[in-house]
């Protein structure tokens, strides 16, 4: 599981959000971002973002389509984990916290703007 793991976030990054956006794409832009997690931790940094009206989790360890469950709560799909996104007290997105096997970890959101997608990084997603 670990190994699945791995490769979950064996790419690095995140995407821009397409120039036009339709609803389905604007409900999910509340939680595309960096996120930030604890030294030590397998991953140390996702980035979520939109890539063709999908919401995609990004590391260096791999990558994952998020597929809604229900408000905040999201399948991680190729690694059967979730992924819940939590809020402050006025209802701002400020952590994610992952399941998957094992592992558990719990980041929290960054001001920092989540990784630019560009020709070559995308073409590097599908070796």
Do not use: C
């Not at 389905?24 to 939680?31: A, F, P």
């Not at 989790?57 to 819940?84: N, Q």
């Not at 970890?105 to 703007?113: A, H, I, L």
Request: hydrophobic letters at 35%; a negative charge.
């Amino acid at each position: 599981m670990r190994k699945l793991l791995l490769f979950f976030f064996a790419v690095g990054g995140s995407i821009i959000l397409s120039a036009q956006q339709t609803p389905q794409t604007d409900s999910l832009k509340e939680y595309t971002g960096k996120f930030k997690f604890p030294d030590g931790s397998e991953v140390t940094e996702i980035n979520v973002g939109i890539e063709n009206g999908i919401l995609w989790a990004y590391s260096d360890k791999g990558s994952s389509e998020l597929k809604k469950i229900e408000k905040d709560v999201f399948e991680v799909v190729s690694y059967t984990g979730t992924a819940t996104f939590k809020r402050d007290e006025t209802g701002k997105i400020n952590g994610l916290h992952v399941e998957v096997g094992d592992l558990i970890m719990d980041g929290r959101k960054s001001e920092e703007p989540a990784f630019q997608q560009n020709d070559n990084w995308q073409r590097s997603l599908k070796k």
